[in-house]
C-alpha cells in the first residue's frame, strides 16, 4: 500500500457552502486557478465533463439544422457600437487589445464577450435572397468578460460556451427558433443533467442587452439559491437594422431578417457540483460521466481478482460504456473516497469470493445503494442501476424545486420566507422595474422569470399594491 | 428553373495560382474576410471539414493517453518572458490586451501565440511526484500571430488549431513522444488527407522558438512549393527549469521533467485545396468530406424519381456514409458544378431510365470517372468508388512529389533546378546557417528539413564547399 495518499477531506456543506462547492471543484481535479486574476483553467477531468456535454447538445443542435462555424475572436469597437443597447451592456466588461505585434492599434478591439456584432456583419455580407434562409449557425469558443469578483465554473473571467445565432425570413419563425433552443437547453437540462427547471420569460430588467425578449430555464441549488441555467433571445429585426443585414424578399424587395441569440456555458458544470453533490463531493449524471463505472477488483493480489476484472471492464466497454479499472497499489479505502470525490455514477467491487459465487457487487454513488448480480447479467444490470442513478438525482432535485417554491403577498413576506426557508419566492407584480429595485434592496432578490405556469396569486403587485396579472418567481442568484 | 443561379467560374490554377486557390476558397464557400483586417470567419463548409479532421485526430490524440484541458487565452507578459528564446520568438507577432473593463491594466497580457508558457506554469502547481508523469495534454482552440500578410488557411492572424503539451520523467521518453507525434500527423496526412510528406529535423535556424529540435511533415502543393504540414518539438527540460516545474523522482530528489509539444492548424485545409483541388474547384478525401456522397435526381418531376432518390439516400446514409439528395429546382448542369466547385467526392445519378434498368450511376470527383452500377450493390460499390478516390488521390500527389524533387550540387544548380523544374531541391549541407542565409539570398528557398530518409549525394555542401554530412531539403514555401 503505498502510505504517501490520503483521503482528502472536504468542507461539510451545511457548515460553509461556497468553501464546500470550490472544495470540490479542485479536490475533483475539476478546475485550477491560473495566474492571471480571474482565469481558470480547466483540468482534463473537468474538461471530459464539458466534452461530454458538448457532444450531446451539438447533436442537438445538428439535428434540427443548425451549423456550426467560427468568427474572429477580435470585434473592432465600431462595430461593436453600432447597436447601442448591446454595448452600453457590454463595454464595460470588455477586454481591449490595443497593440498588435509592435504597432499601437487605430482603433482597439475587443475580445468577444458575445459574438451577435460579428455574425450581423458577416450576413451583412453573404446574405441576398430569402432562398438562404433560414441561416442557422453556432459557435463553441471562449468569451471574456471583465467581472470583478469571480468563482470557478458560475463567473469567471473567460469562459467556455456556444452561442447559436440565426437569422429568419419572418419574425414568426424566429420567434419559432427561440422557444425551441429554450426547450432544447431544458430538455438537456433535465433529461441529461438531471436537474429541473423553470421556464420562463426575463423581465425588461434582467433581458439580453439589446434583445426584444430573452428566455431563460433557471434551476435550484442545494443551499436553495437559483441559478440562471442558460437562455434564448428574440431580436426581431433591430441588429438587422442596425448592421445593414437585408436580403431580396419573395415580393422581390428588400428586407430585414429576425433575429435569435441562445447560450449556454461552462457554469453547466457548476450547475451539476451544487444540484447533486453531497458531502463526498461530486455526483455526475451518467451521460456526462467522463467514467461511467469504476472497477475496483477487492484483495486483487489473489490469483484470478485482476483477470477477473479486466474481462468485466471489456465486456461493460463493448456494452457502450464508459468504464475503467483502478488495480493500482492505494488502499481500497482511498479508491472508494477518490471515486467518490469525483462522482462516479457507478463503482463495481470485484474480489476472490465474489468470483467463487459467480457475482458482483454494484454500488450507487448517488445514494450509496449495494445491489448483488450475478456475473451472467452484468451488462444488463450496470445499464439499470445506472438508469436508477439518473431517475434517482432527478427526483432529488425535483423534490428540491418543488419544496421550496413559495408564494408571499407582500415585501416582508418575501424577505422572510427567503431568510427561513430559501428557493423561489412566487409573487404577483405589477410590471414596473421599480418594484424589482424595491424587492432587491429590501429582501436581496433578483426576478429570475415570468414562469410560462402561470398562477393566479392575487389581483395584485405583491410590491406595491397596484393591479398586477403576471406572476414573477425570485430569488438569491448565482 | 431557378434563373438566377449561374456557374461561377474560377481563375485557371495553370494562368494564376494563387488567384486559383482565393477563388475556391470563396466560391466553395469555405471562408469570408472579416472586417477586422488579416482575420477571417469559418462558413459552415469550411468549419465541417474542420470538425472532421478534429474529431480523427482527436481520437488518434486520445488512443495514445492524451487529455484535452483548457488553458486561459491571455498570458501575463511577465510570464511569457521567463523563457528567452520563445518570448524573442513571438512577443514581436502578440496581441496584447491593455485595459480590461475600464481599468488599464498594470501589466499588459498577450492573445495567446501558443501556450507553453501556461502550461508550464500551471504544472509547477500540480506536479508533485513522478508518478503522476507523464502529463499527457492536448487544447483545441485558436492563436493569434500579427502576421504582415496574410492568406486564408495559410497565414491569418487568428487560426485555429490543437497544440499538444507533455511532460515525461526521462529524456528518452519525451523524445520518444516528439517522434510518435510526428507519425501520428504524418499517417494523418497521408492516411486521411491522401498527401504523401516528407518527414524531417528542421534546421536550428527554422525550429521553433525555444525548442531543443523541432521534427516536420512538408507536404507538396501542386504548383510545386512547399508546405510545413506540422510540427512537433523536443524541449528537453529547458522551460521545465526556466518555469520552476519540478517533481519528487524515483531516487526521492526534486528533478525537472523532459518537454515536448506539436501542433497542427486550420492550415491543413489550405494543403488539401493545393494538394488536390483543379479547375473545377475543391477535391476533398473522403474521410474528412462533410458531404461523401452526393445524390442527383435525373428528370426529377417523373414519377419515382425523388422516391428513388430518397431511398438510395437512406441506404447510404444506413451504411455509414455522409449523404445528400439535391432535389432543388437548379438544373443538372449547374448541380454538377456546384458539387464539383465543393469537391464532393462520388455523384450518384438516378433517373427514369435508371430505374427501370436497376441501376444507377456513380462519378467521382476526383478523375470524373463513371461507373454503372446495379441498385442491389449500391452500398458496396459506393464504398468501392470513395476508397478508390482516396487511392487515386494519394498516388497523384505521390508521383506529382516525386516527380519534383531534385539533386542539386551548387546553389546556382539549385536556383535554376527551382526555377526551371520546382519543388524540394536536395543538397548536401555543411550545417553552417550562412549556408542557408546564402541560398535564401541567392535561390530565393528556405531550408525545409533534413530528411530522415538521408541519401549521400556528396562529400561537401553545396552552398560553401566545405565538408558535409547532410541532406538538406529546400523549397519555396508558403
Redesign the interface.
Known amino acids: 500500500m503505498a502510505k504517501?495518499k490520503k483521503v482528502e477531506q472536504i468542507t461539510d456543506m451545511e457548515v460553509d457552502f461556497a468553501q464546500w462547492y470550490t472544495d470540490i471543484c479542485r479536490k475533483a481535479e475539476l478546475v485550477?486557478y491560473?495566474?492571471?486574476k480571474g482565469?481558470?483553467?480547466?483540468?482534463?477531468y473537468g474538461?471530459?465533463i464539458?466534452?461530454n456535454m458538448q457532444r450531446i447538445m451539438d447533436a442537438a443542435f445538428k439535428k434540427t439544422g443548425h451549423?456550426?462555424?467560427?468568427?474572429?475572436?477580435?470585434?473592432?469597437e465600431s462595430?461593436l457600437k453600432k447597436e447601442g443597447e448591446l454595448v452600453n451592456g457590454f463595454a464595460?466588461?470588455?477586454?481591449?487589445?490595443?497593440?498588435?505585434?509592435?504597432?499601437q492599434l487605430e482603433e482597439?478591439?475587443a475580445?468577444r464577450p458575445t459574438s451577435e456584432t460579428?455574425f450581423c456583419?458577416?450576413w451583412s455580407?453573404?446574405l441576398h435572397?430569402y432562398r438562404e434562409l433560414p441561416m442557422l449557425?453556432n459557435q463553441w469558443?471562449?468569451v471574456?468578460r471583465?467581472e470583478k469578483t469571480t468563482r470557478p465554473f458560475l463567473r469567471s473571467?473567460?469562459f467556455?460556451w456556444q452561442e447559436g445565432h440565426t437569422i429568419h425570413e419572418t419574425a414568426e419563425e424566429a420567434m419559432a427558433e427561440t422557444e425551441q433552443q429554450l426547450n432544447c437547453y431544458a430538455d438537456f437540462y433535465e433529461k441529461v443533467l438531471a436537474i429541473p427547471v423553470v421556464k420562463g420569460r426575463k423581465t425588461e430588467k434582467e433581458k439580453f442587452a439589446g434583445a426584444e425578449a430573452t428566455y431563460t430555464v433557471e434551476c435550484m441549488m442545494k443551499d436553495h439559491k437559483a441559478l440562471q441555467g442558460a437562455t434564448s433571445h428574440y431580436f426581431g429585426d433591430k441588429f438587422s437594422r442596425a448592421y445593414g443585414v437585408t436580403f431580396t424578399g419573395r415580393d422581390n424587395r428588400l428586407q430585414y431578417p429576425f433575429q435569435t441569440s441562445w447560450g449556454s456555458t461552462t457554469r453547466m458544470i457548476g450547475a451539476v457540483i451544487m444540484a447533486h453533490g453531497d458531502n463526498n463531493g461530486l455526483v455526475l449524471p451518467p451521460p456526462i460521466a467522463p467514467i461511467q463505472v469504476i472497477i475496483l477488483p477487492v484483495a486483487q493480489h489473489k490469483p484470478g481478482v485482476l483477470e477477473a476484472a479486466a474481462a468485466l471492464k471489456d465486456r461493460l466497454a463493448a456494452a457502450g460504456l464508459r468504464v475503467q479499472v483502478d488495480d493500482s497499489e492505494n488502499s481500497m479505502g482511498w479508491k472508494c473516497a477518490q471515486y467518490e470525490m469525483k462522482g462516479v455514477p457507478l463503482r463495481v467491487e470485484i474480489g476472490p469470493r465474489d468470483i467463487e459465487a459467480g457475482q458482483c457487487v454494484l454500488v450507487r454513488r448517488s445514494d450509496g445503494e449495494k445491489t448483488v448480480v450475478s456475473l451472467g447479467a452484468l451488462e444488463e444490470a450496470a445499464k439499470a442501476q445506472l438508469a436508477l442513478v439518473q431517475q434517482g438525482l432527478y427526483e432529488k432535485a425535483k423534490r428540491n424545486l418543488e419544496e421550496h417554491c413559495w408564494p408571499a403577498w407582500s415585501v416582508e413576506e418575501a424577505k422572510r420566507l427567503q431568510e427561513e426557508k430559501g428557493g423561489f419566492i412566487k409573487t404577483m407584480w405589477c410590471g414596473d422595474v421599480a418594484c424589482e429595485q424595491k424587492m432587491k434592496e429590501e429582501a436581496g432578490m433578483s426576478s429570475r422569470c415570468l414562469p410560462f405556469a402561470q398562477e393566479k396569486l392575487s389581483d395584485v403587485c405583491a410590491c406595491c399594491g397596484r393591479p398586477a396579472d403576471k406572476m414573477l418567481f425570485w430569488g438569491v442568484a448565482y
Open positions: 504517501d485550477e491560473a495566474s492571471v482565469f481558470t483553467i480547466l483540468r482534463p474538461y471530459a464539458w466534452e451549423q456550426n462555424v467560427a468568427m474572429p475572436v477580435l470585434i473592432p462595430l464595460p466588461e470588455c477586454a481591449w487589445v490595443t497593440q498588435g505585434g509592435s504597432e482597439r478591439l475580445f460579428m456583419d458577416h455580407r453573404v435572397s449557425y469558443c471562449s471574456i471583465w473571467r473567460e467556455w
